[in-house]
């Protein structure tokens, strides 16, 4: 005999599993995070992060990381408040191309892995405002024209996400002065001074909220 499931049952059994598959594929979206900046196209991915924004850590390994490969970094600083204090529970967002300066792809991606490609991650700070991730040093886009960059998106609690200036790489010889003074140091400035430590090239940027993001309160 066929049990049949009456309409109110189904609508929660529906809820229940539209809440599982959210849990088990990111962050869900608050309607209720105040608008900040001046529109973020791509921003969306920050909800993209592979568990809920608790279960972040403050340090990330990208995928392409390899510790035998020379062009490994490791980039590490301090997200601070407007008011200069140590911001603790702030969600970076971050991707890039590979050494060839494209955004690579496996073929089975989904959402904004088919824009932004595998090398990418987030990261959330911890009660220090600390945050540090691994990679590998990207490529310019094809050309050679533009600087080499790492995208990076905030998402503060109680804000919608906003961009901030792309991490860039003072030694860049694309980098030139022209390019530089088109920077709007969204975040406080971008560019990184590296230094080699041996095993690796560090550099440290802090990022300060709210500094030249339109429609910031």
């Known amino acids: 005999m066929v049990k049949i499931i009456s309409m109110k049952k189904l609508q929660l059994l529906s809820c229940f599993i539209l809440l599982i598959l959210q849990a088990a594929c990111g962050q869900k979206k608050s309607s209720g995070d105040q608008?900040?900046?001046?529109?973020?196209?791509?921003?969306?991915?920050?909800?993209?992060?592979?568990?809920?924004?608790?279960?972040?850590?403050?340090?990330?390994?990208?995928?392409?990381?390899?510790?035998?490969?020379?062009?490994?970094?490791?980039?590490?600083?301090?997200?601070?408040?407007?008011?200069?204090?140590?911001?603790?529970?702030?969600?970076?967002?971050?991707?890039?191309t590979d050494s060839t300066g494209i955004y690579p792809t496996r073929g089975?991606?989904?959402?904004?892995?088919?824009?932004?490609?595998?090398?990418?991650?987030?990261?959330?700070?911890?009660?220090?405002?600390?945050?540090?991730?691994?990679?590998?040093?990207?490529?310019?886009?094809?050309?050679?024209?533009?600087p080499a960059h790492i995208h990076a998106m905030i998402k503060e609690p109680g804000k919608v996400p906003y961009w901030i200036d792309d991490y860039l790489f003072d030694d860049d010889p694309v980098l030139t002065d022209r390019e530089r003074s088109k920077l709007r140091q969204r975040g406080g400035n971008g560019i990184l001074k590296m230094k080699d430590v041996g095993n690796m090239v560090k550099s440290e940027r802090n990022i300060?909220?709210?500094?030249?993001?339109?429609?910031?309160?």
């Open 108 to 146: 089975n991606e989904k959402g904004f892995d088919r824009q932004h490609g595998y090398l990418r991650g987030w990261m959330k700070t911890n009660e220090k405002g600390e945050y540090k991730f691994f990679t590998m040093r990207p490529g310019s886009y094809p050309g050679g024209k533009n």
């Open 35 to 96: 608008p900040v900046g001046d529109g973020c196209e791509g921003c969306e991915a920050v909800f993209e992060s592979p568990g809920s924004f608790d279960k972040l850590s403050d340090m990330v390994w990208l995928s392409d990381w390899k510790e035998t490969d020379p062009r490994r970094i490791a980039i590490n600083g301090v997200v601070y408040k407007p008011d200069g204090s140590p911001a603790p529970d702030v969600v970076i967002y971050i991707y890039h």
């Open 208 to 217: 300060y909220l709210g500094k030249n993001i339109p429609n910031y309160k």
